[in-house]
Nanobody, 123 residues
Framework: VQLQASGGGLVQAGGSLRLSCAAS????????MGWFRQAPGKEREFVAG????????YYTDPVKGRFTISKGNAKNTVYLQMSNLKPDDTAVYYC?????????????????WGQGTLVTVSS
């Protein structure tokens, strides 16, 4: 099983980036997929989650209204569209999958993780 994250980079404040996470190796129909981020010196924090079909989503307050999580047509890819980026969004972003019906994921419960992709927002 593999989650392959991509799309990070350097962007100026106010700019946009889209992260992608491609899942392979098993069927994830009973899994919620989501994105976490970890800034230097801080704990990993949950950002957004989406159910398998893409019909339900959840966002934490710091990103609500600026980030959009979605599924690809094949359902094995999850995207995080990030807009109006702020320097505080600078972090390594990880995608993850958890076999749960809850949209809010905990880092200690996720079954699978991607390798992380760095997002740097300059002021």
């Amino acid at each position: 099983v593999q989650l392959q994250a991509s799309g990070g980079g350097l962007v100026q404040a106010g700019g946009s980036l889209r992260l992608s996470c491609a899942a392979s190796g098993r069927t994830f129909t009973t899994y919620v997929m989501g994105w976490f981020r970890q800034a230097p010196g801080k704990e990993r924090e949950f950002v957004a989650g989406v159910n398998w079909s893409g019909s339900r989503t959840y966002y934490t307050d710091p990103v609500k209204g600026r980030f959009t999580i979605s599924k690809g047509n094949a359902k094995n890819t999850v995207y995080l569209q990030m807009s109006n980026l702020k320097p505080d969004d600078t972090a390594v972003y990880y995608c993850a999958a958890d076999r749960t019906s809850l949209l809010v994921l905990s880092p200690k419960d996720c079954d699978y993780w991607g390798q992380g992709t760095l997002v740097t927002v300059s002021s």
